[in-house]
């Protein structure tokens, strides 16, 4: 896959988080596209055909675990990123399939090291994507 067939959705409630990830993706993925939502509510009924989903847990109106676990029994196996600043959170929780989690704070690199790791694992490499 080239960079510029890519779309990854970012779901996060805070702009600024919204804003900083996707001009990082842009950067290390040129051409691709990247789609914001701002609350779990509206990603739950998603359609949008994106390759990864990077979703904030805690958000308004529903929280991004559940908004992935009515998306996965609509079938849809997109691979998703659930960041969490705690972890406590996700204790009693199961996973929805093909999810990874990353723990806020991160750094750059941890951040695109997972993104790169969950593309690859399902799309093989990403031509015209930067190292990270």
Do not use: W
Request: aromatic residues 6%.
């Amino acid at each position: 896959m080239k960079s510029n067939e890519l779309k990854i959705l970012l779901v996060d409630d805070e702009a600024p988080i919204r804003e900083l990830n996707s001009i990082i993706l842009k950067r290390t993925y040129p051409g691709c596209t990247v789609e914001e939502l701002k609350d779990g509510k509206t990603f739950s009924k998603y359609e949008g055909g994106a390759h990864l989903y990077i979703v904030d847990n805690r958000m308004f109106f529903m929280d991004g675990c559940d908004a992935l676990d009515l998306l996965r029994a609509k079938q849809d196996n997109t691979p998703a990123v659930l960041v969490t600043a705690t972890l406590a959170d996700l204790e009693n929780k199961v996973l929805p399939k093909k999810t990874e989690v990353l723990s806020k704070p991160y750094r750059t690199e941890a951040f695109l090291k997972t993104v790169t790791e969950i593309l690859e694992k399902n799309y093989g490499n990403i031509e015209g994507g930067q190292s990270i």
